[in-house]
């Protein structure tokens, strides 16, 4: 199937999908929701708090209580409150607040945000992800690229990530407006290097090129997992070699933008696949790759398989640079856009896993 017919196609799968949670009461407070539960949205439509609805059998516990290495600090400070005033102030989601990172604390209190562009209410149900889902129906804020642009100059970024939901609900999967948001950016401050971690628009092609075109750094498109676990981890619209085929067409279509990808661990794979994974990789010439620990948002999502020691993210990271990957971020608390404008400082952005391990 063509991109722009499996598009069409994901429509209807969009609202057959929320037909599906028509039981579940809606909450008319959005703030009263509970994880799982449906509520109305200040835009009218309806959504689920945290992406995936409350299943009987769901809650089952992760392997074991959380390691040491795993513990992050509270986010406090003033700096963490200066940032979140900002965001709040200009009408702005942020994956940090969306999918609960564990590094919200270090990287406002650093003065970065990763921002999420299109709201903050996706059209699919990764089962690893807490953001919620629900149908937008087209709803976009039209004032979101001079919001972004005019945030990015507050805050004196020299780079910034811009993430965001998947928009199957939108003709482009919102790549036009997404690469307005990106040209807001560099017009108000061009010596900001912009990184854009994007949906996989259902793998249409042109739909990618007009955000290669927009002016961004680093284009990237997250595997998340290895290709065997890819479902059910993943929303049935997504596919590790739809994530690979984006990735490689954006390196074909420009050869000066950077490519980037993520894989989560702890599902269940093995050494093998995450080997298997990485070639796979390097065979489109991705030249960065972050690997991080999952770890279950709440009891509706899946459950964690393993907890990756931080010695076995230096030999994995080892192993990612001697395939040729420019660089590889690897440690237990790492996600995608972690420390990301020191991703090609070569020195595994600042992070020390002995130290880690041992608890400093």
Known sequence: MEGRERRAASIPLTIARMSELQKIPVVLEPAQARSGEKYVTPQGFTAIRDGIKAREGSGMPATGA???????????????????????EHRLATVCEEA??????????????????????????????????????????????????RTVELMKLKYVVLTSVNRDDLAD????????????????????????????????????????????????????????????????RAGYDQTLHVLEHAKRHNAKVLTKTSLMLGLGETEDEIVQTMDDLRAINVDILTLGQYLRPTLNHLPVQRFVAPAEFDKYREWALSRGFLECVSGPLVRSSYRAEQALNRNNAGLDNRALAVGK
Not at 213 to 235: I, K, M, W, Y
């Open 100 to 149: 609960k990172c564990p590094n919200i604390g270090e990287c406002w209190n650093a003065g970065t945000a990763t921002i999420m562009l299109m709201g903050a209410v996706c059209t699919r149900a990764c089962r690893f992800c807490s953001v919620d889902t629900g149908n937008p129906r087209g709803w976009l804020d039209l004032e979101e690229p001079d919001n972004a642009a």
């Open 173 to 236: 999967g919102g790549a036009a407006h997404y690469a307005a948001c990106i040209r807001a950016i560099k017009a108000r401050t061009p010596g900001t290097a912009v990184e854009a971690l994007t949906p996989d628009f259902c793998g249409v092609l042109p739909d990618v090129e007009i955000v290669v075109d927009s002016g961004l750094d680093v284009f990237a498109q997250n595997v998340e997992t290895v290709r065997r676990l890819t479902h059910p981890v993943r929303d049935p």
């Open 66 to 88: 959380k390691p040491p290495w795993l513990r992050a600090k509270a986010p406090t400070g003033d700096g963490f409150r200066s940032v979140k005033n900002v965001v709040r």
